[in-house]
């Protein structure tokens, strides 16, 4: 009668033990997106989509969720911000570049063993389908970097400093050499800013420039070593990066390059810049510290000072795209595949301000990351001067009022207990008020008043006027803000009532400014109210006998 009951105790016992063997299986197999540690102590979380897989060469972010990466034998896409990647079958036996304009459309640069030059894919179905777009009518090269501006225009660049270009999606590419190639010389990285307006680099510290869409090329600057990556934020502004911790900026299209102290000694092989102040640029101390092979270093000051970030992983890290000033991704080595929403670090980051300019009093919702849940002793700063009215205050979002003293262009800070934020651009306008306007009257009826000048101070761009009494609000039209004191617009009383208006400016953002009674409207009697009428009255007897008119020529017609 025991052994049933044992035999039970036992089976219990044997199911208990292997639901725990499996438990521990499960939690050593499953992918490792990153520890609360991790993400707190450096932002930047590991993503591994094929552990102990082939290294990952470059990368293209899309947005927050969606980016692909290639390298050796693989192509690799995710579209829930990393949290899965999907494998994608490629043409090519390795890849050297990819670049995507959207989640449809990208581009992969790579090759096949058994052939001697590179070829193109492209994909216009997410990655479903990869075409391959042969170059070779065009140069026959190893292409290594590819920029693709919309479907249609997109550079690339390789060996023998080839640079080719197609407007037509990939299908056909011509050849923009701006020299005689050279096989040992390579352009290894290109950027391009609009459909006229590119630059590219090379490994014998080699810039060039075109802004006609490449049928000219100049070189700008040769470095003492090799460039490997290029980005360039607009026509005027753009970063390089090289051996030895190389960093050269322009902000003037070119014409110079300064070199700026990256604070590290090792081969920076990508660079991804936001706007002009904010970048990454990612690199490998392999050959020189074994035991601290990757590098990354951010710059929100435009490149004065470049902070080194914690990646928390070893491996080489070989390129960098980032979606906005919280937001990149990193590739590297045996598959590496790193994210930060958090800026990569635990400082306070700016991804938007709005509206971007105002004066005193003007509420500014500022959004971003690592503000902290609670104000505490934290503080946004205009310029020098620290705003002191704060509507509300969030980890993600902060909304401040534009304080007294601040004056003109100025970057806006956000500091916590962590540091300050990068900065974002800022135009604090004079306080708005509403002095005088001219004219100051017209007659009751009137269908248009063409206001010469609304003056005052703290206008802004899209200002809006309106005219108030009472209950009556009348809105401007063809309002335009000549300058900060000065608005032209225009306003009709037609069967409006007569007496004093009040002048009300608004400002993008809300703040408004109002001028009691600056308005007089007097009152439609004499000749003047039966001339309005009298015009209104023929206006409509007119269109009335033009129509009598047309109808009477239809009815000859239809009598015929």
């Keep these: 009668m025991q052994r049933p009951t044992i035999f039970r105790y036992l089976l219990l016992l044997l199911s208990i033990s292997a639901l725990l063997f499996f438990s521990f299986a499960i939690s050593i197999a499953a992918p490792v997106e990153g520890s609360a540690s991790s993400s707190a102590d450096s932002g930047w979380i590991e993503q591994t989509p094929d552990p102990g897989g082939e290294d990952l060469i470059s990368l293209s972010a899309v947005d927050a969720d969606t980016a692909w990466a290639v390298g050796n034998n693989s192509i690799w896409k995710t579209s829930d911000g990393g949290a899965t990647w999907t494998p994608q079958v490629s043409k090519n036996s390795y890849n050297w570049s990819v670049c995507a304009v959207n989640a449809s459309h990208a581009w992969a640069m790579g090759g096949i063993d058994d052939v001697m030059y590179d070829n193109v894919e492209k994909t216009a179905d997410g990655g479903l389908n990869w075409v391959r777009q042969d170059t070779r009518l065009a140069a026959r090269a190893y292409i290594v970097d590819i920029a693709a501006l919309d479907v249609n225009t997109i550079w690339a660049v390789g060996s023998g400093e080839t640079i080719i270009r197609t407007n037509n999606g990939g299908w056909t590419w011509a050849l923009q050499n701006y020299i005689t190639p050279i096989m040992d010389e390579w352009l290894e990285g290109i950027s391009a800013v609009d459909g006229s307006t590119a630059w590219a680099v090379g490994n014998y510290g080699t810039i060039l420039k075109t802004t006609d869409a490449g049928t000219t090329w100049t070189e700008q600057d040769t470095g003492p070593n090799g460039f490997s990556g290029v980005a360039a934020v607009d026509a005027q502004t753009a970063w390089v990066v090289g051996l030895w911790g190389t960093i050269l900026k322009t902000t003037d299209g070119g014409a110079t390059w300064f070199p700026q102290d990256s604070g590290v000694e090792v081969a920076l092989s990508g660079i991804s810049a936001v706007d002009a102040n904010t970048a990454w640029a990612v690199g490998t101390w392999e050959r020189t510290h074994p035991d601290e092979m990757s590098v990354i270093i951010k710059t ?137 306007i001219t004219p100051d009257q017209a007659v009751q009826n009137a269908i248009t008043v063409q206001i010469t000048d609304l003056a005052g101070t703290g206008f802004m761009p899209g200002a809006a006027v309106r005219f108030e009494q009472g209950d009556v609000v009348l809105a401007a039209y063809d309002v335009k803000v000549v300058s900060g004191e000065s608005i032209t617009c225009k306003i009709g009383f037609f069967l409006q009532p007569a007496g004093a208006w009040d002048v009300v400016v608004v400002n993008p953002g809300g703040a408004e400014a109002r001028l009691p009674g600056a308005f007089t409207v007097t009152s439609a009697c004499g000749s003047g109210s039966g001339a309005a009428l009298l015009m209104l009255g023929l206006t409509l007897g007119l269109l009335s006998l033009a129509g009598s008119s047309r109808l009477r020529r239809k009815r000859r017609r239809r009598d015929t």
Aim: with cysteine; glycine share 12%; hydrophobic share 35%.
């Design 300 to 436: 929100t000051d435009g490149g004065a000072t470049w902070v080194p970030q914690d990646s928390t992983i070893a491996a080489p890290l070989y390129d960098i795209c980032a979606v906005n000033a919280t937001t990149a991704w990193a590739v590297g080595k045996d598959g590496t595949i790193l994210k930060t929403t958090g800026g990569g670090d635990i400082l306070p980051d700016i991804v938007s301000i709005s509206p971007v300019a105002g004066g005193e009093g003007t509420e500014a919702t500022i959004t971003g990351c690592d503000f902290c849940d609670t104000q505490g002793t934290s503080y946004v700063s205009f310029g020098s001067t620290q705003a002191t009215a704060y509507t509300s205050w969030s980890d993600t979002e902060i909304v401040v009022e534009v304080p007294a003293g601040a004056a003109g262009n100025v970057p806006v800070t956000v500091t916590t207990a962590e540091g300050t934020s990068n900065p974002a651009d800022f135009t604090a306008c004079a306080p708005l008020t509403v002095t005088s």
